[in-house]
């Protein structure tokens, strides 16, 4: 990854505004909300208590973002709840943890470049997920892109597509079991990446 890519959690007023023009641009240039003067994509989930909204910076500018929610008994508040409360209310109330990543956005200017970035916040998105527990990971995405999902990362649908908040278009609920964090593989698998 080169050293000029940086991704932080958003604590900042100015940083979340920068967020949300950045979601704006990416959802609007793939025709998922209709034009909008204040030309941003927040809500309200975006000031939840347990929300976690990660950027990645580039020359001090947001150039990708993630917003992520740990789904619990003590808190369970996401637009992927609000959508399909029904599939996942019964799994939490059963003593899961699921992380749920939303508004996942990278620049689309940025050509090549997106797959580093979407590398560097599928990496953050996995800590955060150990940080927590989370033993299942779930998101909500267009039918479009559920063969994506299933190839690289193994999720599987599981809903019909429904209304998802500003979007135009309806998403599915897609869901994966996170394999068990060991420190020991990590540290293997450094190892083995030093060999010539």
């Given at each position: 990854?080169?050293?000029?890519?940086?991704?932080?959690?958003?604590?900042?007023?100015n940083?979340?505004?920068?967020?949300?023009?950045?979601r704006?641009?990416?959802?609007?240039?793939?025709d998922l909300?209709?034009p909008?003067?204040?030309?941003?994509?927040?809500?309200?989930?975006?000031?939840?208590?347990?929300?976690?909204?990660?950027?990645?910076?580039?020359e001090?500018?947001?150039?990708?973002?993630?917003?992520?929610?740990?789904?619990?008994?003590?808190?369970?508040?996401?637009?992927?709840?609000?959508?399909f409360?029904?599939?996942?209310?019964?799994?939490?109330?059963?003593?899961?943890?699921?992380?749920?990543?939303a508004?996942?956005?990278?620049d689309?200017?940025?050509?090549?470049?997106?797959i580093?970035?979407?590398?560097?916040?599928?990496?953050q998105?996995?800590?955060?997920?150990?940080?927590?527990?989370a033993?299942?990971?779930?998101?909500?995405?267009?039918?479009?892109?559920?063969?994506?999902?299933?190839?690289?990362?193994?999720?599987?649908?599981m809903s019909?597509?429904?209304?998802?908040?500003?979007?135009?278009?309806?998403?599915?609920?897609?869901g994966?079991?996170?394999?068990?964090?060991?420190?020991?593989?990590?540290?293997?698998?450094?190892l083995?990446?030093?060999?010539?």
């Amino acid at each position: 990854m080169p050293k000029d890519f940086d991704i932080q959690q958003v604590r900042s007023k100015n940083e979340l505004r920068a967020v949300g023009a950045l979601r704006y641009k990416c959802f609007l240039a793939d025709d998922l909300i209709h034009p909008d003067q204040e030309e941003s994509l927040l809500d309200k989930y975006d000031y939840a208590t347990a929300t976690q909204t990660f950027a990645v910076k580039h020359e001090n500018a947001i150039v990708g973002t993630i917003r992520l929610h740990i789904l619990n008994k003590a808190s369970h508040r996401s637009a992927t709840m609000s959508a399909f409360s029904d599939i996942l209310m019964p799994k939490i109330l059963s003593g899961s943890t699921i992380i749920d990543g939303a508004r996942f956005a990278i620049d689309p200017d940025l050509g090549a470049y997106r797959i580093l970035i979407a590398r560097l916040i599928l990496r953050q998105y996995l800590s955060v997920a150990r940080a927590n527990n989370a033993k299942h990971a779930v998101a909500a995405v267009p039918v479009n892109r559920i063969e994506l999902y299933q190839r690289l990362y193994g999720y599987t649908q599981m809903s019909e597509p429904r209304a998802y908040s500003r979007l135009k278009i309806k998403l599915a609920l897609i869901g994966v079991d996170l394999p068990p964090y060991r420190p020991e593989m990590r540290k293997e698998k450094e190892l083995s990446s030093q060999t010539f």
